[in-house]
C-alpha cells in the first residue's frame, strides 16, 4: 500500500514538473503544439470529408445496378444500305427478345417508354414531370424504395391497369401534408389513375427523367394511351455475374442496328451507356483521393513533430544548467531520457487530441447540412477504429519527436553543464 501512495506521488510530481516546463514559454509552446494540432485536422478532417463526399456521391448513383447498360435511338451519322446520315429511326419490342437470344451474358433486358411534359394534379395540388411507362424488371436495373404502396406488377402490365407509382418529388407537391396516398386517384392529361405507391429513392441517375419527378406506369397502359404502339425509348439491359458490360457493348450495338438497317459502327447512331465503366471511374478516382488524403494529411502531421523535436532541441539547450545539476545529484540517463520523452508525448497527445476533438464537431456539423427529413444523405464522422488509429499515430510521432532531444539531453555531462554556467 506504501509503494502505491508513493508511485502516485512521483507520477503527480513528474506530471507538474512537466506542465511547468511547458508552461515556462507559453507561445512557443501553443505554437508548437498548433502544429501538430492542425496536422492530425487536416489528417482526420479529409479522411472523414472523402468518405462523406463518395458517399453523398454514391447516393446518387443508388439502387442502380453496376453491371448495367442503356440502349436508345439516335439519328445515324453514317450512311448504310441506301440510307444516308441523320435519318430519325425507333427501337421496337421485337429487340428485347433480339438481345435476349443474341446476347446470352444478359440477365434483364426491360424497354421504358417516356412522355414528357406531363403534368399530375390532386385536388388543387398540381406537379410537372414526366411520365415513364415501364416493366416489373426494372426494379433489377433501379432499384426503388418504397415508402409506401408496391412497385408496378405484372398483373398491372397483363391487365393495362391504370395504377401509378408517384416519385419523390411529385409526392411531395401532391401531397404537402404526407400521410399514405395509396388509393387515392391523380389526373394525368384527363385521364385518372390511382396511386399503388411512392417510390422515395434519392438517385439522381437519369434515364429519360429523375426518378424523383416521375410517375411509373405499366408499360402497356402508356403505349396504348400515348398511342406509342410497338416502339419504345430506351432499353435498360444487366449482365449476369461475372459478365463484364464492356465485353459484349458492341455485341449489343450490332444485334440493333443491324435489326434497323443502321451501320453496326454507328456509336452514335445506336448509343450505348455501359455505367458499368462510370462506376469504375468513380472508384479509381476516389482511390487516387484517398491517396492525396493520406499523403497531405501525413506530410502535414509530420510537418508538426518536427516542429516539436525542433523546439524540444531549443528547450534541451536552454535547461543545460538544470540537466547537470539532475545529473550531479543522481540522476540517471535514462531519468533524463524519460523526463524528455515525457514532455514531448503529452505535448503531441494534448494537441492532437484537441484537433481530433475539434474535427469531429466541424464533421458533425457537415453530416448535419446534410440532413433532410431527418434522412442523412451522407455520414461524415470517422469510425471507430480511424479515431484509435490517430491517436496510436500521435503516440508514435511523440516518441520520435522527442528522442532525438532526450539523447542529446542525456549525454549532458555535469561539468559541461557548469562550464556553459
Not at 101 to 116: F, N
Request: with cysteine.
Amino acid at each position: 500500500m506504501k509503494r502505491l501512495v508513493l508511485k502516485a506521488k512521483f507520477d503527480t510530481d513528474t506530471l507538474t514538473e512537466i506542465l511547468d516546463v511547458l508552461s515556462r514559454n507559453k507561445s512557443r509552446t501553443f505554437l508548437t503544439g498548433f502544429g501538430v494540432f492542425w496536422g492530425v485536422f487536416m489528417l482526420v478532417g479529409l479522411i472523414g470529408g472523402g468518405d462523406g463526399l463518395k458517399e453523398l456521391l454514391n447516393s446518387n448513383l443508388a439502387g442502380f445496378a453496376t453491371n448495367s447498360a442503356i440502349v436508345w435511338a439516335q439519328p445515324t451519322t453514317k450512311p448504310y444500305h441506301g440510307f444516308r446520315k441523320g435519318r430519325q429511326w425507333y427501337m421496337t419490342q421485337a429487340d428485347v427478345q433480339r438481345l435476349r437470344t443474341h446476347i446470352p451474358e444478359l440477365d434483364v433486358v426491360t424497354p421504358t417508354i417516356t412522355r414528357w411534359g406531363a403534368t399530375a394534379t390532386h385536388d388543387e395540388h398540381s406537379s410537372s414531370g414526366v411520365v415513364k411507362g415501364v416493366l416489373p424488371d426494372m426494379q433489377r436495373v433501379t432499384e426503388p424504395k418504397m415508402r409506401y404502396g408496391r412497385y408496378i406488377n405484372q398483373m398491372d402490365i397483363q391487365q393495362c391497369r391504370k395504377v401509378c407509382v408517384l416519385g419523390k418529388e411529385v409526392y411531395k407537391n401532391l401531397f404537402p401534408k404526407g400521410g399514405n396516398p395509396c388509393g387515392d386517384v391523380i389526373r394525368i392529361d384527363s385521364v385518372y389513375f390511382s396511386i399503388v405507391g411512392v417510390n422515395y429513392a434519392d438517385g439522381n441517375m437519369n434515364i429519360n427523367g429523375n426518378d424523383q419527378q416521375a410517375v411509373f406506369m405499366p408499360l402497356s397502359l402508356v403505349q396504348q394511351i400515348y398511342n406509342r404502339g410497338e416502339s419504345i425509348d430506351m432499353l435498360c439491359v444487366t449482365g449476369k455475374p461475372g459478365v463484364t458490360m464492356s465485353d459484349i457493348t458492341d455485341r449489343m450495338r450490332m444485334v440493333v442496328a443491324q435489326a434497323h438497317d443502321v451501320s453496326p459502327k454507328d456509336e452514335k447512331g445506336v448509343m450505348v451507356f455501359n455505367t458499368e465503366m462510370m462506376f469504375s471511374m468513380v472508384d479509381n478516382m476516389f482511390r487516387g483521393i484517398n491517396m492525396l488524403i493520406w499523403l497531405v494529411g501525413i506530410g502535414t502531421l509530420l510537418a508538426g513533430a518536427i516542429g516539436v523535436s525542433n523546439i524540444m532541441m531549443v528547450t534541451v539547450r536552454e535547461r543545460t544548467v538544470e540537466i547537470g545539476i539532475r545529473r550531479a545529484i543522481g540522476a540517471t540517463p535514462r531519468d533524463i531520457l524519460s523526463q524528455i520523452m515525457q514532455e514531448s508525448i503529452l505535448l503531441t497527445s494534448v494537441a492532437g487530441m484537441s484537433g481530433i476533438l475539434f474535427v469531429v464537431l466541424v464533421l458533425q456539423g457537415l453530416e448535419m447540412a446534410n440532413t433532410t427529413d431527418g434522412i442523412t444523405s451522407a455520414h461524415f464522422q470517422i469510425d471507430f477504429w480511424t479515431a484509435i488509429g490517430a491517436v496510436v499515430l500521435l503516440s508514435v510521432l511523440g516518441m520520435l519527436a522527442g528522442l532525438a532531444p532526450a539523447l542529446r539531453a542525456m549525454h549532458i555531462k555535469p561539468v559541461d553543464a557548469m562550464r556553459d554556467e
